[in-house]
């Protein structure tokens, strides 16, 4: 005797199609989801080391900023210094001019 098609093997067929079809996209989405988890992870531990060596190179240019700076403060205080010692040289040149303009100004009357 033939068999005759019962309207539930068509049904378990169409089940089985969309059975498989949903394990297909859902393997599909879960291969997706952990390639993007994946890229996400490598772009945040890259991002992690640029952060890391943008602190090490902010920190030395710290480092350099104030040894600069207390460099400068050291040239400042010895270009006063100078100043002072010339400005005390000056005053020292100008009384000896005075004390031996006076002393020949002295004799010229005598």
Not at 67 to 78: G, K, S
Request: hydrophobic share 40%; no cysteine; aromatic share 2%.
């Amino acid at each position: 005797m033939g068999r005759s098609f019962q309207p539930m093997d068509w049904f378990t067929g169409i089940s089985i199609v969309a059975i498989m079809a949903g394990v297909t996209v859902s393997t599909v989405v879960l291969v997706a989801v952990g390639s993007i988890r994946r890229s996400l992870n490598e772009a945040a531990g890259r991002q992690s080391q640029q952060i890391r060596k943008l602190t090490e190179t902010v920190a030395t240019l710290s480092q350099q900023q104030q040894a600069a700076q207390t460099r400068i403060q050291q040239l400042t205080d010895a270009n006063r210094k100078l100043s002072d010692e010339l400005s005390a040289l000056g005053e020292r040149l100008n009384d000896a001019d005075t004390v031996k303009r006076v002393a020949g100004t002295a004799r010229l009357l005598h």
